[in-house]
């Protein structure tokens, strides 16, 4: 049985990849952070009594399945909100915390060139929108395969599905990054 410090060194590394990565899903700051908040919880409460090996996997497919029910809920939300659009009022001054800023909070940025650094917030801004746009799926095992860094295996355990759909999933989602980021004469 692990230890509440152990839980609490496991919950403190993944805390801000997992931040990141629901971000890029649901490109809302607040809606990210209690998603995460919430899988943290839900781990904590079910599966504390797990050995410490097992929770990286529990934790990813546990905040899968948050982010595939907030997609759930926001697409029929969206229906019926469509319907009543003209009467309600919009606010879409929403601010959302890009990549980008996360990263500059982790480095300190002395003596980089401001040019240089201005080059790299536009690359990434395109990158982020270029993610931004794919299909759910080949979003979710874009960045389960490149930014979590899980094997295929893994990838088709916490999405539910064959190793065969994420390999589809992740070649399709390269290729459509590579395009779009070829289109903006980004080649990497």
């Not at 319907?83 to 909070?105: F, G, H």
């Not at 395109?126 to 794919?134: C, H, P, R, S, T």
């Amino acid at each position: 049985m692990a230890t509440q410090e152990e839980l609490d060194r496991f919950l403190a590394q993944v805390e801000r990849r997992a931040y990141k990565r629901v971000l890029y899903s649901v490109q809302d700051h607040h809606t990210a952070l209690d998603i995460v908040q919430n899988a943290m919880l839900k781990l904590c409460e079910r599966y504390r009594d797990k050995p410490a090996e097992e929770w990286p996997m529990l934790f990813q497919r546990i905040l899968h399945n948050a982010l595939l029910d907030h997609h759930r809920r926001a697409r029929v939300r969206n229906f019926w909100v469509s319907l009543v659009a003209p009467l309600r009022d919009r606010d879409d001054d929403a601010a959302t915390e890009s990549l980008e800023e996360l990263a500059s909070a982790d480095a300190s940025g002395h003596g980089q060139d401001p040019l240089d650094a201005a080059d790299g917030r536009q690359v990434m801004a395109v990158i982020e929108a270029a993610i931004a746009e794919l299909p759910l799926r080949q979003r979710q095992a874009f960045l389960l395969r490149y930014w979590e860094e899980m094997d295929v295996a893994e990838v088709a355990l916490v999405m539910g599905c064959s190793a065969g759909s994420v390999k589809t999933h992740s070649h399709r989602a390269i290729d459509a990054l590579a395009r779009k980021l070829k289109a903006k004469g980004i080649a990497l």
